[in-house]
């Protein structure tokens, strides 16, 4: 357990990303902030691991440039940005339906009317 404490956010990544995230032997890279739900289940790789310590940290990155909202992952931004381009790629596969969705999500909530 670390007792490091930190006025900046961004202080308190670059100590978690330094200090914390590392490789642990036949577990790949295990969370131990304490109380998280994960329990000691390794990521198999690095960057999963950083993403996830975005849930403890409330650390949020990426930046639309339209309306200021944050995100922590920027798949979740690239998604955002559909919301002011209007533009939507996922077409209900369903014959004669021609409803589109912005995010596969919703698409399959859609796809659900159908049975």
């Not at 357990?1 to 330094?18: E, I, K, S, T």
């Not at 690095?46 to 996830?52: A, E, F, Q, T």
């Not at 975005?54 to 990155?61: A, I, L, V």
């Not at 077409?91 to 049975?115: A, L, M, Q, V, W």
């Amino acid at each position: 357990q670390c007792n490091q404490f930190f006025d900046l956010l961004q202080d308190l990544v670059d100590h978690v990303n330094d200090f914390h995230v590392k490789p642990e032997k036949d577990a790949g890279y295990c969370c131990h902030w304490e109380g998280c739900a994960r329990h000691g289940r390794g990521f198999n790789a690095r960057y999963k691991m950083l993403i996830h310590i975005r849930t403890h940290t409330n650390e949020k990155p990426h930046r639309c440039p339209t309306c200021n909202k944050s995100f922590s992952r920027l798949e979740n931004l690239k998604i955002h940005n559909r919301s002011h381009t209007g533009e939507k790629p996922y077409i209900c596969p369903y014959e004669g339906c021609n409803k589109r969705y912005s995010n596969s999500s919703d698409r399959f909530k859609h796809t659900r009317t159908h049975y």
